[in-house]
């Protein structure tokens, strides 16, 4: 049996593909509102302005590509059993080579009905525009989660962290829950690795390396790929 691996991710692990973190300088919620753009309420009140800002987003995502971050996570499969829990939205994890990506919060290249969350269609186009409409007639909106929506697969991600040897969680600042909680369904004897470039408090347990993840996540997976500590 293949030991197993989770890798944990946030936005940090796409900033070095142009995509922007949340809290950050530069981040998205020092410029627009939570409740505006990722909530129920703000759809209700503005679908237009809400569809805009995940087009601008797709359209960021379309035109990055994976970095060294995403590429290393994609080759430990050469020897683990991984699964990536991502909290992003984009599609990097997939495009670099990763086969089993849990979507916490949801996919930007996705579309879903308004009325039924069941109802789910992959996005042909970059943008999506009011008008769009589901088999049932209401309007598409972005297939992602917003504040005060259930976040998805939580069983499931829960058992891969109660169940992996090795943890590597990346670029998230931990801040968003419940997925910030999966943390700590970590066995307490399971190598725990945090990178980030700052982090106010690494949870118990994690060996914090600080800096960027496409110069630290490759020397983690190697040194995991030939059996050595990263530390
Ligand atoms: P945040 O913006 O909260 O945190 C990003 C983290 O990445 C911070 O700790 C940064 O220091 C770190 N970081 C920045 N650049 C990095 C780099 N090059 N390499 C490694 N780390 C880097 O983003 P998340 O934790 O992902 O949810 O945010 C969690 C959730 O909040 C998102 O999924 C989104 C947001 O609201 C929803 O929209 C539902």
Known sequence: MREKVVVFTGAGVSAESGLRTFRDMGGYWREYSIESVASPEGWKAKPQAVLEFYNERRKAVLAASPNAAHVAISALEAQFDVVVITQNIDD??????????????????????????????????PTL??????????????????????????????????????ILTIGTSLSVYPAAGLVSEARPSAEKCLVAPEIDDPPPGHHFFRGKAARIVPHIASCWLEGRRPW
């Open 129 to 166: 525009e009011m008008g769009q409409l589901c088999g049932h007639g209401s309007q598409l909106r972005p297939d992602v989660v917003w504040f005060g929506e259930p976040v998805r697969f939580m069983a499931e991600a829960a058992m891969a962290f109660a169940s992996a040897s090795k």
């Open 92 to 125: 990097l994890h997939e495009r670099a080579g990763s086969t089993k990506v849990m979507h916490v919060h949801g996919e930007i290249l996705k579309a879903r009905s308004s009325v039924d969350p069941s109802l789910i269609y992959p996005l042909a186009t």
